[in-house]
């Protein structure tokens, strides 16, 4: 199938994407399940942007600058935040239902979250994501130029590469190339392999441009606020075809999930806390129980960055040996909680805690993916023909740590460039895209190889890689990841696709990419933290990885 554009994810970053697109490009929106399962609609606490006349772009970049640790690149946090307005003003005009405060200078009630100097979150009440994402989705599903393709899972790439890289007596014709000192043809996205999951068969997307908005990669850690389809794909993916990806050991863990045996990855907004939610020693910490301890850690407290609030709980939880700590906003009126928290009230209230009277028991749990695949300003990656736009990306706005709410915010605003980019590129060709082959693969003889190694993976990953590390555990967690890396090839060479298989191979790259980022890091600075080198070096650098050199 030939498309001007293939986007492969339908999170706020996709969905917007083609909404720009479609205008004027045939789009292709591929979902690894359907449209609303990523995790765009999980997100409660709202958008960051500038919108009253007490706060001012300056400000809002300052308080990115600050929480980045000095790893922000301040021209592209400029850029999204001067963009800020026009974006939001966009999703107002599509319809999205923003909490109204008619005394407010815009009409729209602002929150304020931890990081942020001024009230500038806009939200829907606490379930902002699901009511960007049911908006933007019903003008998707109305578009008569975009087409949809759900349950479809993204394979690998197609570069000009790979398609060089056919037999040509023994030597590929790359490979004869490079020995015989011409320059190979420069390298080239032409589009993606898919696996669809209904049919079983794979199909094959071709496209002018294609783009990654396949958010981050939480599923590689055991516990995360994330949902399942958060498997790092479109990052695993832009490495094998070449692009460079940066700062993968930032990985951002929400202070605040809740703890319950049946509440699976379900998170408490950082808005809580921004409303006046203080976090407490439970009764099980003896005489100290109902004791507040964040100013003992910040003397921001509750509203210091996130990285602070985690590293502070997962302090307290081992110096104690707690399961969890309690965040209490149980002093705010029923009616003020209802009005502005209604999805975590309800949702809590089917677990037997009642906010209105009780505290929440709450534990950290891996959120978000601050590094990515290197883009700039518009979306564009190493390869031509290839942009990346979200999660999966590293445009160098959340450096060290991304701030509350500034992440539904890049996906608008380098969504809106990167359609603005390809909207101005020239018509190119798209040779014909050979269809993938299975002729020498048979069916998986024992499905369990799959659960054991995605289990053992994520359960080392979080035990060694996740808000404390050391250099030793980092170590033993490569070493691990180099085993599995070799069992999940053989198997992806000898035996037919799966989902299950797409995912936990994508899972092994990323969390390689993980491991080898944080062993470069010699400092602890925002969100990585290693007890073998506490301090923070004088100046700040990204860690780049590069793939390497394949012919």
Same mark, same amino acid.
């Given at each position: 199938?030939?498309?001007?554009v293939?986007?492969?994810?339908?999170?706020l970053?996709?969905l917007?994407?083609?909404?720009?697109?479609?205008?004027?490009?045939?789009?292709?929106?591929?979902?690894?399940r359907e449209l609303?399962?990523?995790?765009?609609?999980?997100?409660?606490?709202?958008?960051?942007a500038?919108?009253?006349?007490?706060?001012?772009?300056?400000?809002?970049v300052?308080?990115?600058?600050?929480?980045?640790?000095?790893?922000?690149?301040?021209?592209?946090?400029?850029?999204?935040?001067?963009?800020?307005?026009?974006?939001?003003?966009w999703?107002?005009?599509?319809?999205?239902?923003?909490?109204?405060?008619?005394?407010?200078?815009?009409?729209?009630?602002?929150?304020?979250?931890?990081g942020?100097?001024?009230?500038?979150?806009?939200?829907?009440?606490?379930?902002?994501?699901?009511?960007?994402?049911?908006?933007?989705?019903?003008k998707?599903?109305?578009?008569?130029n975009?087409?949809?393709f759900?349950?479809?899972?993204?394979?690998?790439?197609?570069?000009?590469?790979?398609?060089a890289?056919?037999?040509?007596?023994?030597v590929?014709?790359?490979?004869s190339?490079?020995?015989?000192?011409k320059?190979?043809?420069?390298?080239?996205?032409?589009g993606l392999?898919?696996?669809?999951e209904?049919?079983?068969?794979?199909?094959?997307?071709a496209?002018?441009?294609?783009v990654?908005?396949?958010?981050?990669a939480?599923k590689?850690y055991?516990?995360t606020?994330?949902?399942?389809?958060?498997t790092?794909?479109?990052?695993?993916?832009?490495?094998?075809?070449?692009?460079?990806?940066?700062?993968?050991?930032?990985?951002?863990f929400?202070?605040?999930?809740?703890y319950?045996?049946?509440?699976k990855?379900?998170?408490i907004s950082?808005?809580?806390?921004?409303e006046?939610?203080?976090?407490?020693?439970?009764?099980?910490?003896?005489?100290?129980?109902g004791?507040?301890?964040?100013?003992?850690?910040?003397?921001?407290?509750?509203?210091?960055?996130?990285?602070?609030?985690?590293?502070?709980?997962?302090?307290?939880?081992?110096?104690?040996g707690?399961?969890?700590?309690?965040?209490?906003?149980?002093?705010?009126?029923?009616?003020?909680?209802?009005?502005?928290?209604p999805?975590?009230?309800?949702?809590?209230?089917?677990?037997?805690?009642?906010?209105t009277?009780?505290?929440?028991?709450?534990?950290?749990?891996?959120?978000?993916?601050?590094?990515?695949?290197?883009t700039?300003?518009s979306?564009r990656?190493?390869?031509?023909?290839?942009?990346?736009?979200?999660?999966?990306?590293?445009?160098?706005?959340?450096?060290?740590?991304?701030?509350?709410?500034n992440?539904?915010?890049?996906?608008?605003?380098?969504?809106?460039a990167?359609?603005?980019?390809?909207?101005?590129?020239?018509?190119?060709?798209?040779?014909?895209l050979?269809?993938?082959?299975?002729?020498r693969v048979?069916?998986?003889d024992?499905?369990?190889?799959i659960?054991?190694n995605?289990?053992? *993976?994520r359960?080392?990953?979080?035990?060694?890689?996740?808000?404390?590390?050391?250099?030793?555990?980092l170590?033993?967690?490569?070493?691990?990841?180099?085993?599995l890396?070799?069992e999940?090839?053989?198997?992806?060479?000898?035996?037919r696709?799966?989902?299950?298989?797409?995912?936990?191979?994508?899972?092994?790259?990323?969390?390689s990419?993980?491991?080898?980022?944080?062993?470069?890091r010699?400092?602890?600075?925002?969100?990585?933290?290693?007890?073998?080198?506490?301090?923070?070096?004088p100046?700040a650098?990204?860690s780049? *990885?590069?793939?390497?050199?394949?012919?």
């Open positions: 199938m030939k498309f001007d293939a986007i492969v994810g339908s999170g970053a996709g917007s994407v083609a909404l720009h697109l479609a205008q004027t490009r045939t789009v292709a929106l591929i979902s690894k609303k399962d990523g995790a765009s609609s999980w997100a409660q606490g709202g958008i960051a500038v919108l009253d006349s007490g706060d001012s772009h300056a400000q809002h300052a308080d990115t600058l600050v929480a980045g640790a000095g790893l922000c690149d301040e021209a592209a946090t400029r850029f999204i935040v001067e963009n800020s307005r026009a974006a939001i003003d999703l107002i005009e599509q319809g999205v239902p923003f909490t109204r405060d008619e005394s407010a200078e815009l009409g729209f009630h602002l929150t304020r979250e931890g942020h100097s001024q009230r500038r979150i806009i939200h829907a009440a606490d379930a902002t994501g699901h009511a960007v994402q049911m908006t933007l989705e019903q998707v599903r109305a578009h008569p975009i087409s949809l759900e349950h479809h899972c993204a394979i690998d790439l197609i570069t000009a590469g790979k398609l890289e056919q037999p040509a007596g023994g590929s014709k790359r490979a190339a490079l020995r015989s000192g320059n190979a043809a420069p390298d080239q996205c032409y392999y898919a696996l669809d209904k049919s079983g068969k794979v199909v094959t997307f496209a002018e441009h294609t990654l908005c396949t958010g981050g939480g590689v055991l516990y606020t994330n949902p399942d389809t958060a790092g794909d479109g990052i695993a993916m832009a490495w094998r075809a070449g692009c460079r990806v940066s700062n993968m050991e930032f990985i951002q929400h202070p605040t999930c809740l319950h045996p049946y509440a990855s379900f998170l950082e808005a809580v806390r921004g006046g939610g203080v976090l407490k020693l439970p009764p099980a910490a003896g005489s100290a129980g004791t507040r301890f964040m100013p003992e850690h910040d003397q921001r407290g509750e509203l210091a960055p996130r990285d602070v609030v985690a590293r502070a709980i997962d302090y307290e939880m081992k110096k104690r707690l399961d969890y700590v309690h965040l209490d906003i149980s002093h705010q009126s029923p009616e003020f909680l209802k009005e502005h928290f999805t975590i009230y309800a949702r809590c209230l089917e677990f037997g805690i009642d906010i009277r009780e505290p929440i028991p709450v534990v950290p749990a891996a959120h978000y993916t601050c590094g990515g695949v290197v700039d300003a979306g990656t190493d390869l031509p023909g290839l942009y990346a736009v979200g999660e999966a990306t590293c445009t160098g706005l959340h450096g060290a740590n991304r701030l509350a709410s992440s539904l915010l890049e996906c608008l605003v380098i969504g809106s990167c359609a603005r980019d390809i909207d101005r590129q020239t018509a190119k060709s798209v040779p014909k050979p269809d993938w082959d299975e002729s048979s069916n998986a024992e499905e369990v190889v659960a054991h995605w289990d053992e *993976l359960r080392f990953m979080w035990n060694y890689v996740g808000i404390v590390r050391t250099t030793k555990r170590e033993r967690a490569q070493h691990r990841i180099n085993l890396k070799d999940i090839d053989e198997y992806y060479r000898n035996f696709i799966t989902q299950d298989l797409l995912e936990l191979r994508n899972l092994v790259d990323v969390a990419l993980i491991v080898a980022s944080a062993m470069s010699q400092e602890s600075r925002g969100l990585h933290f290693s007890r073998d080198f506490p301090g923070t070096l100046k650098l990204p780049v *990885l590069t793939p390497p050199c394949k012919t």
